[in-house]
């Protein structure tokens, strides 16, 4: 995938956080998704994705570990979503969990947290992030 290394002053990195944030995004997921709005017919709502995912993992039985792959929406979003944008679904499922996980981590997302294995290093399985509601 082609990169892009893009410098801007110091304002309009404060304004890019803030917004981002304010879409509970990080930057480069907020700057991709207002270049897709701008050059795709169907651009990927990362926004409204990660709200479901989040309504998903806030619903699941307390103290019961799981992964994105376990949300319903998961699978369905990332794929039908994604092609209808014209993406791949592992671009958009890699984005999404790295914008989700990235909301547990900042306790945004309920009683979600990651999930440690008994050396107190994070959970994985088959190298997707665990969670539980605690």
């Keep these: 995938m082609p990169r892009i ?14 917004d981002a944030n304010k879409h509970s995004c990080t930057v480069n997921v907020y700057l991709i998704s207002l270049l897709e709005k701008l050059y795709k017919q169907s651009p990927f709502d990362y926004t409204a994705a990660l709200a479901t995912l989040e309504e998903e993992a806030k619903s699941q039985p307390l ?21 209808n944008a014209n ?16 909301r547990v981590k900042d306790c945004m997302v309920g009683d979600v947290q990651r999930c440690v294995n008994s050396n107190g290093d994070l959970k994985f399985k088959s190298r997707a992030a665990v969670y539980v509601r605690k």
């Design 5 to 18: 290394n893009l410098s801007v002053d110091d304002d309009l990195f404060v304004a890019l956080v803030a």
């Design 63 to 83: 103290q019961q570990e799981f992964t994105l792959v376990d949300l319903p929406s998961f699978t369905e979003i990332a794929i039908v979503k994604a092609e």
């Design 87 to 102: 993406l791949k679904p592992s671009i958009v499922r890699a984005r999404l969990g790295k914008m989700f996980n990235t």
